[in-house]
């Protein structure tokens, strides 16, 4: 592990006495090898949905099942979502403003690939956001990335050719993963009134 690793390791372990972390993971619930399950046992931070059937890309289980774990949440809620995850976890930010704190949108999957573009909110989500895309991946165009980004006000990270930015497109821990949510945090402790807005670095 570098010394960029282990800062970045130690930053987030130091937001954690702000925030709960809590990944969604999209269809299959993101296997061993996937970075959200990698994350989830390098620190002992993370919350992490859970449901029986993993098989069917239904928002409105998810959703419910997210909901069902923010109830348990005692400090605001950071959000990482990747593909049909990330779509839940626009819902739930808009729905729950006064719990979620931040989101963090991995390969957000086009609403309509699952059925949920009458549930996926249309405008700002009220809380600090990045979405990160890729030039090709298959289940949202850059274009239509950028579209959400600004219906969501959510900042857009570019990672080119990244596939579905997935196991299957070549990502294990992925570091800068970890960085786009370090700059996340700064984000929600900047817009936290009171919030001890520290910076990595």
Request: with cysteine; hydrophobic share 45%.
């Amino acid at each position: 592990m570098t010394s960029t690793d282990l800062k970045t390791n130690e930053f987030l372990l130091a937001a954690a006495g702000r925030y709960d972390f809590v990944l969604v993971p999209g269809r299959f619930n993101s296997g061993a090898t996937h970075w959200q399950s990698i994350w989830e046992h390098e620190l002992p931070i993370w919350k992490r949905v859970v449901q029986r059937n993993w098989d069917d890309p239904d928002v409105h289980r998810l959703n419910g099942s997210l909901r069902r774990l923010l109830a348990h949440c005692s400090r605001p809620v950071l959000l990482v979502g990747h593909s049909l995850g990330a779509l839940a976890s626009c819902c739930l930010a808009r729905e729950m403003p006064h719990l979620v704190g931040a989101v963090m949108l991995v390969a957000p999957a086009e609403p309509a690939r699952f059925y949920a573009q009458d549930d996926v909110p249309e405008c700002r989500l009220g809380v600090p956001s990045m979405l990160v895309a890729s030039h090709n991946d298959p289940f949202m165009s850059f274009a239509r990335a950028e579209y959400w980004a600004g219906v969501w006000g959510s900042e857009l990270v570019d990672l080119g050719e990244a596939g579905h930015i997935n196991v299957e497109s070549g990502f294990g821990s992925w570091r800068f993963g970890k960085e786009v949510l370090c700059k996340l945090i700064e984000k929600a402790d900047a817009a936290t009134s009171g919030g001890s807005a520290k910076q990595l670095g």
